[in-house]
């Protein structure tokens, strides 16, 4: 039995929406308490309109995607897709949730095609799912344009994957064709949230203040549990309650683009002025122009205020015209990273530990080795050595000696991990618990390509029709 059409909602009810993942490999349970939540409010009031967005994309995350395709044409989509739709997929179809991801990464498609299966082992009424098209100028079509943009940079590369960031029209278009579920590439971060508010308020697309305050409001969602308190925790200065069972958030969207934000109905997490604070700066160079593809918002008049127990709403948030230009990633074959672990304990853990590494850098002469004392320093230090060339030798008693390398020949990368082995027996004494990986290495150029030139759309994957 198909789903009944979606309409527009023709009294302009608030917006819900609610985002379940910040990035690729966030919690795969986040999703449960939000849907919950929504579906609760919906049931509270049925004017209300509710959206559920998943972002799994960063920089580099679209780039190893393509390697997954490369191995695999049916693969390239968030490989936790099953485990964080099929536990809520039955109850998002049930409550008229409708959802708007980047999961599909380099192979929507594929993902649209998966979710299909996903409903028909549930059971469920064949949604209808659409995807956004454009974003993806891998192919050769396009290499002239990056050529043009690129210049010599990217003369003798191989180019893993070029993507530009698209922005929320297309997935209006599909949400006013009456799709269930929109899957997309690599849109902008927030246009996830842009596309539904678009789509519900029926704003023109050069509506620029209210463009600029629903930016905002995907700005502070699109890294999941950050604003309710996940990446901003300290317990020293910035205690949270329960973060082992953080509520994701849920943001209150108006007509004029200005937002409210809390967080599903879960034990733990905290929305407040600071944790807000923190995610509205986040990631901005210049506050009075933050720019994306659908508008250039302009937050430095903002105003952040508690409003409620875990509610905080945001407000003077202004927008101009949208850039010229996308902004497209080209990542690279970049060689390959090799690292080596080894830990040390006890009495003299630390000479040793620094012996092995003097016994790396004489057997690897080629290799420009990166050396850290895990337990004495490894964070702070740098890839020259020489912080920790300046730091004394002390006396620390549990050491892990971690070394790594990237070179351009496989061969040459895997020597380290040879001799990183070698230490067990070659020492000095005690070594143990080795570990080693050789993975391949991208590299990243970033380029701005004329509007016009970036074709978007949408498909609808059941009836195969274009638009």
């Not at 082992?244 to 004029?256: K, L, N, Q």
Request: glycine share 12%; proline share 7%; net charge negative.
């Amino acid at each position: 039995m198909p789903l009944p059409p979606i309409d527009t909602p023709p009294a302009r009810a608030t917006l819900l929406v609610g985002c379940a993942a910040g990035f690729s490999g966030d919690r795969t349970d986040a999703a449960g308490p939000v849907v919950d939540t929504l579906a609760g409010r919906l049931a509270a009031d049925p004017a209300l309109s509710a959206y559920l967005v998943f972002e799994t994309l960063a920089e580099r995350t679209l780039a190893l995607a393509q390697l997954r395709r490369r191995a695999d044409p049916d693969a390239g989509y968030e490989p936790l897709l099953d485990d964080m739709l099929r536990p809520v997929l039955a109850r998002c179809l049930a409550h008229r949730i409708r959802i708007v991801s980047n999961f599909g990464a380099a192979n929507p498609r594929g993902a649209a095609r998966h979710i299909a299966r996903m409903a028909a082992e549930l059971g469920l009424p064949a949604p209808r799912i659409a995807v956004v098209t454009g974003d993806d100028l891998s192919g050769p079509a396009h290499a002239e344009l990056l050529r043009r943009q690129l210049g010599a940079r990217i003369d003798g590369l191989r180019v893993v994957s070029a993507n530009a960031y698209i922005g929320a029209e297309p997935i209006a278009a599909a949400l006013a064709d009456g799709a269930d579920i929109v899957v997309a590439g690599r849109v902008s971060d927030p246009s996830l949230v842009v596309g539904p508010a678009l789509f519900h308020y029926g704003w023109r697309a050069d509506d620029w203040d209210r463009l600029g305050r629903a930016t905002m409001a995907g700005h502070l969602l699109e890294c999941g549990a950050q604003v309710c308190g996940g990446y901003f925790a300290d317990p020293r200065y910035k205690p949270v309650p329960d973060l082992h069972a953080i509520g994701y958030p849920i943001a209150e969207i108006a007509e004029d683009g200005g937002c409210t934000v809390g967080k599903a109905n879960a034990p733990g997490g905290l929305v407040s002025r600071a944790t807000v604070t923190e995610q509205l700066l986040y990631e901005v160079h210049d506050p009075a122009a933050y720019l994306t593809p659908d508008v250039t918002a302009d937050l430095s008049q903002a105003t952040v205020a508690e409003v409620g127990p875990d509610r905080v709403a945001l407000a003077g948030v202004r927008g101009h015209a949208r850039p010229a230009g996308l902004k497209v990633n080209v990542c690279h074959e970049g060689g390959w990273l090799a690292e080596g672990e080894i830990s040390y304990a006890g009495p003299g853990a630390e000479a040793r530990a620094r012996l092995a590494a003097d016994i790396l850098r004489r057997r690897l002469p080629a290799l420009a080795l990166r050396v850290d004392l895990i337990g004495v320093l490894s964070v702070l230090g740098d890839d020259g050595g020489a912080m920790l060339a300046a730091t004394p030798p002390g006396d620390a008693r549990d050491v892990r000696l971690r070394v790594a390398a990237t070179h351009g020949d496989h061969a040459e990368a895997a020597r380290l991990a040879r001799e990183v082995t070698a230490l067990y027996t070659c020492g000095p004494a005690g070594g143990g618990g080795v570990r080693t990986a050789i993975t391949p290495r991208l590299g990243t150029l970033s380029c701005l390509v004329p509007r016009e030139a970036v074709a978007t759309g949408f498909e609808i994957v059941e009836r195969g029709h274009r638009a």
